[in-house]
């Protein structure tokens, strides 16, 4: 016996019951102990950040890396399961100092470094056991305890190694340049870092005169959106080959900035160079000494402002550079925190943003100000806490990347993208990056092992090992390689042998803690195994994980495969690449699967403030980790994902069919006391003579494998779900449908066929739907076939022999022309239970022999091929939305649409010159209509149905719909399926011609004449 299914699934109550009961039989290392020695295929996760809970965004991509370790585990592939934790870095640090209540650098080192560094373990360490419940009630199965910490020592010590092997080959550098600056957070901020951090803000917009010192009564005026940024003017730029006019008010302008303006006096840029004027903040101590002088560039641009640009050496990056080319002085406005020096009087201790208006208030009274107005431009903001970013020029360490360039290309070659452009967006960025910023100046992170000596050596520690060696003082209060223990080390200098040479104080770009896992945790060079070894330093007690031999790393290196989204191309999939190719000239991982965004079900993004965030507790509780997870995996990798509740809805309500015929096969199991014979599920039902239709479902359910396993070979899930669905509706709108009557008597072909089906769909779908996937497992199989595996993962991916595609095929004409028929009933407005006389179908390839069954779905009494009436449809592409995509092979696509060469997909899905086109993407041309006739038509079929309603159709009819109340009562009345009823049929004199079809379908012992319908028990 079967257990009965309740009319729905609890999703939430029956996957707390499968994690228990994973968790009591040890399934999951049950399943590791399967695969241990078989094939390896690799995985390395990327570290997820240790500063919250679990997030719906987070749990889309821990589904997708438990979606492909679930399949290769069931194709019996031997894996790592080692899960990561981002620990340290600025993340780390804007989370605590928001719960401790500090607001700046200063605050934070009054608090104290130590217990600052204490405070972000701690924050580490909860977050660490957040992450993993959330996850484990996703449903990932993952190595937890033995995770990677990315403030482990070891994972330090190798980044110092990498940082060591960049200075041997003179690629360290320290630069003094213009930098985006985050002023709370007191640090540079590197390029990479920049990417989608540019919002929409209102800056003020400034015209400002800039008096002439030789010639009086004229002036230069200049645009800014920057008001901060005029204390440390110290020239003006023209375009060189522009005409600048001066205007009847004395105001020097670009002619083509105002055309329409009477000048007194034009001359050409390069004429104006040299010109001296007063600086708009001459009487502040800060612009003493300096020369204001107009010089000449190239990229002034026409198209805004004055044609004049304001330029501050100390606040920009195209100044700065300017600065090193005109040798103009440089003046820094600001120090880390954003606000004025000293030297600039009554602006000292102001912010850049508090600034904005008096400055606008002092250059109006000073008569300065031309005009000022506001302006709405794209800016960056600080990735962490959002403040808003200024220029700073600054002394950080760099990683020059042009030596290294060309062989990261080579080695992004050869990795498989999915989707491909996200490797094209890769080689750009190669392409396009510059020098690698390293340095932070902040406290909680890895400690740039820099040591510069006053005799200008510098040296690069390159492991804690080699920190021993060299160091002269501090090393028995070193609890861990972080500030500020570290900062107290002092070490000789290998070159002239001074003591007491100490670090500098900046420490390293997070990227590079993560960008080191695939050597740190697979244990590149290390000579022996070391058993909980990783853990050490901060991470000492939060995790067993081991550091492996270099054995090891030859195994797993590289990764098979990755799996993050879109903006970690700049990220980890970079600094992995940039690092592995440093170290050992090839790319860390062989193929890489990447997804776009995720949004709101309305397609706005997630924010807690809007009140559309959906934490991952609430989700697990209202749509459960199996929906979640079929949402994610729903999802074209290169759209964004709308997630939400209605999508989720949408997904249980699809689902139902499923749990429906699982729950068919269940009753009528149980009432006809069918056994399954596990032997069938290797290749369907043997030694029992089977019908078309259950050859059909055989190969069906061999396609579904086929098709499941190329889409996961792929990287498509989305794929794999679309096969699924199609699967479930054909096993349920088609072979339950058409065998409903051999299930009612014991049909032994018809039950084993119908479980073997179902079974593998449950294990086509585990990897999606593990939980569903395990309960229904152990109801149709573990408890009811002896020597069953327990849980569907301990059965390995199904194995089919090639399905008959000819047959495949057949069917699928089969039921497009029922479609049609249905399509064109409706269309004529006629209920599909209403008996009609003939349909013409054209077009059909295969279905020639099915006509009784097309009769019998469309309810009508003759079916003809290539007869009656004609209907045409003709498809057009879409321009607007193909040629955007598409380009040039639009030309093909439209050419083969008229040719007539297109395949329908279903859902108005064509496929043409060999691409997929969406429903949105074709228009339809005219539909014909005839008098009398329902038509509906695709590309190659078209069906045509005979509308006219006889008396004797008529009749026919009403005998279908009392079958149909009289069934409704028999269910409303709580009959079992079996009992037998009496039949009070009120005038029905004529429907008792069909007295013995009525009897049979209604399971009617006796039809008697009666005042009003009713039923009874017999
Ligand atoms: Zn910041
Ligand atoms: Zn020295």
Same mark, same amino acid.
């Given at each position: 016996?079967?257990?009965?299914?309740?009319?729905?699934?609890?999703?939430?109550?029956?996957?707390?019951?499968?994690?228990?009961?994973?968790?009591?039989?040890?399934?999951?290392?049950?399943?590791?102990?399967?695969?241990?020695?078989?094939?390896?295929?690799?995985?390395?996760?990327?570290?997820?950040?240790?500063?919250?809970?679990?997030?719906?965004?987070?749990?889309?991509?821990?589904?997708?890396?438990?979606?492909?370790?679930?399949?290769?585990?069931?194709?019996?592939?031997?894996?790592?399961?080692?899960?990561?934790?981002?620990?340290?870095?600025?993340?780390?640090?804007?989370?605590?100092?928001?719960?401790?209540?500090?607001? @700046?650098?200063?605050?934070?080192?009054?608090?104290?470094?130590?217990?600052?560094?204490?405070?972000?373990?701690?924050?580490?360490?909860?977050?660490?056991?957040?992450? $993993?419940?959330?996850?484990?009630?996703?449903?990932?199965?993952?190595?937890?305890?033995?995770?990677?910490?990315?403030? @482990?020592?070891?994972?330090?010590?190798?980044?110092?190694?990498?940082?060591?092997?960049?200075?041997?080959?003179?690629?360290?550098?320290?630069?003094?340049?213009?930098t985006e600056w985050c002023p709370r957070c007191g640090t540079s901020i590197s390029a990479h870092e920049l990417v989608g951090s540019y919002e929409e803000r209102i800056d003020p917009s400034l015209f400002v005169r800039f008096p002439l010192i030789d010639r009086p009564g004229q002036s230069l005026t200049i645009w800014t959106t920057t008001p901060w940024t005029l204390p440390a003017n110290v020239a003006a730029a023209v375009h060189p080959d522009e005409e600048y006019g001066l205007k009847e008010n004395g105001e020097w302008v670009a002619v083509k900035r105002y055309p329409d303006e009477t000048y007194v006096e034009r001359r050409r840029g390069a004429e104006l160079v040299g010109w001296r004027y007063r600086g708009p903040f001459d009487h502040l101590p800060a612009a003493e000494g300096i020369e204001h002088r107009v010089i000449g560039w190239d990229e002034v641009t026409m198209d805004e402002g004055t044609g004049l640009v304001h330029i501050a050496?100390?606040?920009?990056?195209?100044?700065?550079?300017?600065? &090193?080319?005109?040798?103009?002085? #440089?003046?820094? /406005?600001?120090?880390?925190?954003?606000?004025?020096?000293?030297? =600039?009087?009554?602006?000292?201790?102001? @912010?850049?943003?508090?600034?904005?208006?008096?400055?606008?208030?002092?250059?109006?009274?000073?008569?300065?100000?031309?005009?000022?107005?506001?302006?709405?431009?794209?800016?960056?903001?600080?990735?962490?806490?959002?403040?808003?970013?200024?220029?700073?020029?600054?002394?950080?360490?760099? #990683?020059?990347?042009?030596?290294?360039?060309?062989?990261?290309?080579?080695?992004?070659?050869?990795?498989?993208?999915? /989707?491909?452009?996200?490797?094209?967006?890769?080689?750009?960025?190669?392409?396009?990056?510059?020098?690698?910023?390293?340095?932070?100046? &902040?406290?909680?992170?890895?400690?740039?092992?820099?040591?510069?000596?006053?005799?200008?050596?510098?040296?690069?520690?390159?492991?804690?090992?080699?920190?021993?060696?060299?160091?002269?003082?501090?090393?028995?209060?070193?609890?861990?390689?972080?500030?500020?223990?570290?900062?107290?080390?002092?070490?000789?200098?290998?070159?002239?042998?001074?003591?007491?040479?100490?670090?500098? /104080?900046?420490?390293?770009?997070?990227?590079?803690?993560?960008?080191?896992?695939?050597?740190?945790?697979?244990?590149?060079?290390?000579?022996?195994?070391?058993?909980?070894?990783?853990?050490?330093?901060?991470?000492?007690?939060?995790?067993?994980?081991?550091?492996?031999?270099?054995?090891?790393?030859?195994?797993?290196?590289?990764?098979?495969?990755?799996?993050?989204?879109?903006?970690?191309?700049?990220?980890?999939?970079?600094?992995?690449?940039?690092? @592995?190719?440093?170290?050992?000239? &090839?790319?860390?991982?062989?193929?890489?699967?990447?997804?776009?965004?995720m949004l709101d079900e309305h397609g706005r993004p997630m924010h807690g403030s809007w009140g559309n965030l959906i934490p991952a507790e609430e989700a697990f509780s209202r749509m459960g980790a199996d929906v979640m997870r079929w949402q994610y995996c729903d999802q074209p990798p290169d759209r964004d994902l709308f997630f939400g509740y209605g999508p989720a809805h949408e997904i249980k309500r699809k689902l139902l069919t499923l749990w429906n015929s699982v729950g068919f096969l269940v009753r009528y199991s149980n009432i006809e006391s069918f056994r399954p014979t596990l032997d069938d599920l290797a290749a369907g039902p043997a030694g029992v003579e089977l019908r078309a239709l259950d050859r059909w479902l055989v190969a069906r359910t061999g396609k579904l494998v086929v098709d499941a396993t190329a889409a996961l070979e792929e990287q498509l899930t989305y794929r794999l779900i679309a096969a699924f669905e199609s699967f479930v509706d054909d096993l349920?709108?088609?072979?339950?449908?058409?065998?409903?009557?051999?299930?009612?008597?014991?049909?032994?072909?018809?039950?084993?066929?119908?479980? =073997?089906?179902?079974?593998?769909?449950?294990?086509?779908?585990?990897?999606?739907?593990?939980?569903?996937?395990?309960?229904?497992?152990?109801?149709?199989?573990?408890?009811?076939?002896?020597?069953?595996?327990?849980?569907?993962?301990?059965?390995?991916?199904?194995?089919?022999?090639?399905?008959?595609?000819?047959?495949?095929?057949?069917?699928?004409?089969?039921?497009?022309?029922?479609?049609?028929?249905?399509?064109?009933?409706?269309?004529?407005?006629?209920?599909?239970?209403?008996?009609?006389?003939?349909?013409?179908?054209?077009?059909?390839?295969?279905?020639?022999?099915?006509?009784?069954?097309?009769?019998?779905?469309?309810?009508?009494?003759?079916?003809?091929?290539?007869?009656?009436?004609?209907?045409?449809?003709?498809?057009?592409?879409?321009?607007?939305?193909?040629?955007?995509?598409?380009?040039?092979?639009?030309?093909?696509?439209?050419?083969?649409?008229?040719?007539?060469?297109?395949?329908?997909?279903?859902?108005?899905?064509?496929?043409?010159?060999?691409?997929?086109?969406?429903?949105?993407?074709? $228009?339809?041309?005219?539909?014909?209509?005839?008098?009398?006739?329902?038509?509906?038509?695709?590309?190659?079929?078209?069906?045509?149905?005979?509308?006219? $309603?006889?008396?004797?159709?008529?009749?026919?009819?009403?005998?279908?719909?009392?079958?149909?109340?009289?069934?409704?009562?028999?269910?409303?009345?709580?009959?079992?399926?079996?009992?037998?009823?009496?039949?009070?049929?009120?005038?029905?004199?004529?429907?008792?011609?069909?007295?013995?079809?009525?009897?049979?379908?209604?399971?009617?012992?006796?039809?008697?004449?009666?005042?009003?319908?009713?039923?009874?028990?017999?």
């Amino acid at each position: 016996m079967f257990r009965q299914l309740p009319p729905v699934p609890d999703h939430p109550a029956i996957e707390e019951e499968i994690l228990t009961w994973w968790e009591e039989r040890g399934i999951f290392q049950q399943l590791r102990d399967r695969n241990r020695g078989g094939p390896v295929w690799s995985f390395v996760d990327g570290p997820v950040t240790a500063n919250k809970t679990l997030g719906v965004h987070t749990a889309w991509g821990r589904t997708l890396k438990d979606v492909f370790q679930r399949y290769k585990a069931l194709c019996g592939f031997d894996q790592r399961y080692q899960n990561g934790f981002d620990c340290q870095g600025l993340w780390i640090e804007v989370g605590v100092e928001r719960e401790l209540g500090l607001n @700046s650098k200063r605050e934070i080192e009054a608090y104290g470094l130590a217990e600052f560094a204490r405070k972000c373990r701690e924050k580490v360490a909860w977050s660490a056991q957040e992450l $993993i419940r959330g996850s484990k009630r996703l449903g990932q199965w993952m190595d937890w305890g033995n995770d990677y910490y990315t403030f @482990s020592d070891t994972n330090i010590s190798y980044i110092w190694g990498f940082l060591k092997l960049a200075h041997e080959r003179g690629w360290l550098y320290r630069g003094h340049r213009s930098t985006e600056w985050c002023p709370r957070c007191g640090t540079s901020i590197s390029a990479h870092e920049l990417v989608g951090s540019y919002e929409e803000r209102i800056d003020p917009s400034l015209f400002v005169r800039f008096p002439l010192i030789d010639r009086p009564g004229q002036s230069l005026t200049i645009w800014t959106t920057t008001p901060w940024t005029l204390p440390a003017n110290v020239a003006a730029a023209v375009h060189p080959d522009e005409e600048y006019g001066l205007k009847e008010n004395g105001e020097w302008v670009a002619v083509k900035r105002y055309p329409d303006e009477t000048y007194v006096e034009r001359r050409r840029g390069a004429e104006l160079v040299g010109w001296r004027y007063r600086g708009p903040f001459d009487h502040l101590p800060a612009a003493e000494g300096i020369e204001h002088r107009v010089i000449g560039w190239d990229e002034v641009t026409m198209d805004e402002g004055t044609g004049l640009v304001h330029i501050a050496p100390g606040c920009g990056t195209e100044d700065f550079e300017l600065s &090193r080319i005109h040798d103009l002085p #440089i003046v820094m /406005p600001v120090d880390e925190a954003g606000r004025f020096y000293d030297r =600039f009087g009554w602006l000292h201790g102001i @912010s850049t943003s508090e600034s904005a208006e008096q400055i606008v208030a002092d250059l109006a009274e000073r008569g300065r100000l031309v005009a000022a107005g506001e302006y709405a431009h794209r800016y960056p903001f600080c990735w962490r806490c959002n403040t808003p970013l200024i220029f700073r020029i600054a002394d950080d360490w760099f #990683i020059s990347v042009d030596d290294v360039r060309p062989r990261l290309l080579a080695a992004n070659a050869t990795v498989d993208w999915t /989707p491909a452009y996200f490797g094209k967006r890769m080689d750009d960025w190669l392409r396009n990056m510059g020098d690698w910023n390293i340095s932070r100046r &902040r406290y909680f992170g890895l400690p740039l092992p820099i040591y510069p000596c006053a005799c200008g050596h510098v040296t690069v520690v390159g492991s804690r090992a080699e920190l021993d060696e060299l160091a002269t003082a501090g090393m028995d209060q070193l609890v861990e390689l972080h500030r500020p223990w570290i900062d107290a080390v002092e070490i000789r200098c290998p070159a002239c042998g001074t003591e007491g040479v100490q670090r500098i /104080p900046e420490i390293g770009d997070v990227w590079l803690d993560a960008g080191i896992v695939p050597f740190s945790t697979l244990g590149w060079q290390n000579p022996e195994r070391v058993e909980g070894g990783y853990g050490t330093g901060a991470a000492e007690g939060l995790t067993g994980a081991d550091l492996p031999d270099h054995n090891y790393w030859q195994t797993w290196f590289p990764a098979h495969w990755v799996s993050e989204m879109r903006e970690q191309i700049r990220l980890w999939f970079y600094s992995q690449l940039f690092m @592995s190719v440093c170290l050992v000239d &090839r790319a860390p991982f062989r193929s890489v699967l990447g997804y776009e965004k995720m949004l709101d079900e309305h397609g706005r993004p997630m924010h807690g403030s809007w009140g559309n965030l959906i934490p991952a507790e609430e989700a697990f509780s209202r749509m459960g980790a199996d929906v979640m997870r079929w949402q994610y995996c729903d999802q074209p990798p290169d759209r964004d994902l709308f997630f939400g509740y209605g999508p989720a809805h949408e997904i249980k309500r699809k689902l139902l069919t499923l749990w429906n015929s699982v729950g068919f096969l269940v009753r009528y199991s149980n009432i006809e006391s069918f056994r399954p014979t596990l032997d069938d599920l290797a290749a369907g039902p043997a030694g029992v003579e089977l019908r078309a239709l259950d050859r059909w479902l055989v190969a069906r359910t061999g396609k579904l494998v086929v098709d499941a396993t190329a889409a996961l070979e792929e990287q498509l899930t989305y794929r794999l779900i679309a096969a699924f669905e199609s699967f479930v509706d054909d096993l349920s709108n088609w072979y339950i449908r058409r065998s409903r009557r051999r299930f009612y008597a014991y049909d032994a072909a018809a039950f084993r066929t119908l479980w =073997f089906a179902l079974v593998t769909g449950l294990r086509v779908i585990s990897p999606v739907m593990p939980f569903i996937a395990d309960h229904m497992w152990r109801n149709l199989v573990a408890d009811a076939c002896a020597g069953a595996p327990e849980s569907v993962f301990l059965a390995g991916w199904p194995e089919v022999d090639e399905p008959d595609e000819r047959l495949l095929d057949e069917i699928a004409e089969v039921r497009r022309i029922v479609e049609l028929g249905r399509e064109a009933r409706s269309t004529a407005g006629v209920k599909l239970r209403q008996p009609l006389r003939r349909v013409y179908v054209r077009g059909a390839r295969l279905a020639g022999t099915h006509a009784q069954e097309i009769a019998e779905e469309l309810r009508v009494d003759e079916v003809g091929f290539d007869q009656g009436p004609v209907a045409q449809v003709r498809l057009l592409p879409n321009l607007r939305a193909l040629g955007p995509r598409l380009g040039p092979k639009v030309r093909d696509v439209k050419a083969a649409l008229d040719r007539g060469e297109a395949e329908e997909l279903g859902d108005g899905r064509v496929r043409v010159a060999g691409e997929e086109l969406a429903a949105d993407e074709v $228009i339809r041309g005219e539909r014909v209509e005839i008098a009398g006739w329902g038509i509906a038509h695709d590309i190659a079929l078209s069906v045509a149905i005979d509308t006219e $309603i006889d008396p004797d159709l008529a009749l026919r009819g009403r005998v279908y719909e009392l079958i149909h109340t009289v069934n409704t009562m028999r269910k409303d009345a709580g009959l079992e399926l079996t009992d037998r009823i009496v039949l009070t049929l009120p005038d029905g004199e004529d429907l008792l011609r069909h007295e013995d079809w009525i009897k049979a379908e209604t399971l009617a012992t006796r039809i008697e004449p009666g005042e009003a319908l009713a039923i009874a028990k017999a």
